[in-house]
């Protein structure tokens, strides 16, 4: 499980008296970021999908090649769930089903790589979404929408295979650290051109690029907690900085939910700052950006003000005030009601275009197969209450963990990952690769002593021929 990255060391002075020592990891997370800020800065000239294909390319590249190496691993499917969204849309959605999968294909060539090890993890929050992916399964038989079912079991199954890479760098905290600043230098390079060129440039529509400065703000929530060591805290000012320029870029994009989620991930790395002289260069630097954001882009600030104005304008009936989720989110309870136990795994849509306007509902989406936007809605409906029940219980163990496990300096980290979890399944659904990224990397570090055992008995069995004929030999 150790880290193969040359640990050689070479002082590197930061001011009279001062120096931090650098790592192969370090000197490797370095370069990957300055590629990726590279790659942004070409395609400002060239095109945005010209920077989104070599930012591809990068992350399969370094993803393939880190089997190998676990730091290399690490940054390369950082990367990829960075990239996740802009590739679907600029680049996946030219081939068909076969190719808008590339990335979930890959995902799971790699569950099935390590599966020996995935096998024999026992942590409590692996063993809830075994039973909630085994309940999808079985309902997914009777689905009148098998595909799409089919679709949403391999994004969940994406959490197992991302967890392979976080658990093979398990004990690098360089390659952790490196994470959060490669997706925020990224993020920040990419958010910029997207901003400037437009979203709709490469056809994404907001609430889904939202994912992309998301995925970077996640990045560095793990950096912050388990890739900030005691002594090497010089970085936590950069980090904060690069997730509050993600956070405005989310912001100027005016998604209401993905807003609140970067502040609910802000005010836990504010809990993470120490020392006077950072919070100084933060309290100056949000100072600068939010008149910045003002000066450069006043119209894309005004919007999105007047969008949560709205939320909260009783002039407004409630279907426009949310975007239609309330007649999703009551639509969805009558289905429900009519049969409790599951409509099978992607029927949701089906269902809702053979669903009667009645009660609270004002007829929005009526007769179209519209998806559910809502993770909650959406299991509530597919799976039944069993499977609302195992996905509350997933929910909840990561708390239960944290204060269990708050010896360990976690609670604050936990509670976040209950609370982006609870309330991103009430305004998305599970597609996004960001989210899940977070969710690996905490259950890998929450439970690394199950990881590595786990890995050690792997190893031992996968080598076990070769070690009696080693021992037959003597």
Sequence with gaps: MSSVARQYSVPLSVGAGRSIQLNGTDYLGLFMAAVGVATWGVGYFVGIEHAIAGLAFVGFAAAILGLGYPALGLFGIGILCLMDTP???????????????????????????YSPFLLRVRSIQWVIWQALILLMI????????????????????????LSVFFARAIDDHRAWFWLGMILGLVGTAGGLVFVIKGAQYVGISINQWVRFPLTAVFAICLAMQFGVTRGRERGQALLFLLAT?????????????????????????????????????????????????CLLFPERVEATLGRFELLFNSQESTTDRTSGRSDLFVGGWYMFLDNPLGSGTG????????????????????????????????????????????????????????????????????????????FSAITTEFQGKGLMMLTAGAIVMLHSGDFLTAWQKSIKTRFRPMIRRREGSR
């Design 245 to 293: 320029i993600n956070v405005g870029w989310v912001f100027l994009a005016g998604s209401r939910g993905a807003i609140i989620m970067g502040l609910m991930c802000l005010v836990f790395l504010m809990t993470r700052i120490r020392g006077r002289g950072a919070w100084l260069k933060i309290a100056g630097g949000l100072a600068a950006m939010v008149v910045c954001a």
């Design 347 to 422: 029927g949701f849509e089906t269902g809702w275009s053979h669903l009667a306007i009645q009660g609270q509902m004002s007829g929005y989406r009526a007769g179209e197969e519209f998806p559910a936007h809502s993770g909650w809605i959406k299991t509530l409906v597919e799976n039944g209450v069993l499977g609302v029940v195992l996905f509350t219980a997933f929910v909840a163990s990561f708390l239960v963990t944290g204060i269990r496990q708050r010896y360990r300096g976690v609670l604050g980290f936990t509670i976040l990952i209950s609370a982006m979890l609870a």
């Design 138 to 161: 079985i309902q997914l038989s009777y689905s009148p929408e098998a595909w799409s079912g089919a679709q949403q079991i391999m994004n969940l199954l994406a959490l197992f295979s």
């Design 87 to 113: 590739m679907r849309y600029a680049l996946l959605n030219k081939g068909g089903l076969l190719r808008w999968n590339t990335y979930n294909y890959w995902l799971v060539i790699v569950l099935v790589l």
